[in-house]
């Protein structure tokens, strides 16, 4: 397992800096921790190291995909390849109810656009068997969902990375043209966020369909963790949530491929509509 080699995006803090630490623990080679911050990258992985953990560091701005080139490349000539990828990095919304463009714009980019930006540059470098973890969020189950023409475009078995483009463009577009309807979502509350998660969810069985080579792609809900992003606010640790990420990059079966599992190693069917998996009012509220 030491030639292995792992990254975690977005990870100087919070479930992505956990789940480094148990990558570390569990003695896999080559461990990037990667933050837009050059210092604040360095100093968790000094904190790590303090710890008698020996993470590596490269900064990578997964919005900018000039940085997400560089980053592959290195991996290409330095390990010839990537093993395990992460795909952590993600922000919350300037407000739970208001939408506006501006803001859906930087939540789709940090949480949607930046992932296919890894496909473009890190999918080519993924050895044979490689595992993706997308995480996502109950946020992201379909149920989320209530414009039925939607949940069937993204549901249908032959998705493509076209239809959840599409999808992200009617909400953009709809936001700034003012034709949002609330009445779209089963909640409506944080909803480009919930239209970013549930993007990943689609885009990782269109990833699984096109990735080839015994790579699994799986999208992961982890839970609602005392983070900065939940204001600290939350059920499990950061250490409980680094559980579940390990668990699929590591752990699990490689057969496993285009699921979506919950941060207690549940699988869960994203396409069901009916499980009603999405969060309620009183998640925000509380």
């Known amino acids: 397992m030491a030639e292995k080699v792992a990254v975690v995006t977005g990870s100087n803090k919070g479930i992505g800096f956990g789940t480094v630490r148990e990558l570390c623990k569990r003695g896999i080679g080559y461990v990037y921790l990667t933050a837009r911050d050059l210092q604040r990258g360095k100093e968790a992985v000094e904190k790590l190291k303090k710890e008698g953990y020996k993470p590596f560091f490269h900064q990578l701005d997964v919005t ?53 930006n890894t496909q473009k540059y890190m999918f080519p470098i993924l050895k044979n068997n490689a595992r993706v973890i997308n995480i996502s969020s109950d946020c992201g189950h379909i149920s989320n969902l209530r414009n039925t023409y939607w949940i069937n475009r993204l549901t249908k078995e032959d998705i493509k990375q076209e239809d959840v483009d599409a999808f992200v463009d009617w909400f953009l577009n709809s936001v700034k043209n ?109």
């Open 64 to 116: 900018d995909e000039l940085s997400v080139k560089k980053f592959a490349e290195h991996l290409k000539q330095e390990h010839g390849g990537l093993d395990i990828l992460i795909n952590n990095a993600a922000v919350g919304v300037a407000s739970y109810v208001d939408v506006t463009y501006e803001d859906s714009v930087r939540v789709l980019d940090a949480n949607y656009y930046s992932i296919l």
């Open 178 to 286: 003012g034709t949002l309807n609330k009445d779209d979502f089963e909640e409506p509350f944080v909803i480009p966020y919930k239209i970013s998660k549930i993007a990943v969810c689609a885009l990782t069985r269109a990833q699984q369909r096109e990735v080839g080579r015994g790579i699994s792609v799986n999208s992961l809900h982890p839970g609602f963790v005392k983070t900065d992003m939940t204001k600290s606010g939350g059920d499990l640790t950061i250490d409980q949530a680094s559980d579940a990420p390990v668990y699929l990059a590591l752990d699990i079966d490689q057969s496993v491929k285009g699921k979506l599992f919950w941060f207690d190693k549940t699988e869960k069917d994203w396409a069901d509509a009916n499980q009603k998996l999405h969060p309620r009012a009183k998640d925000f509220t509380s």
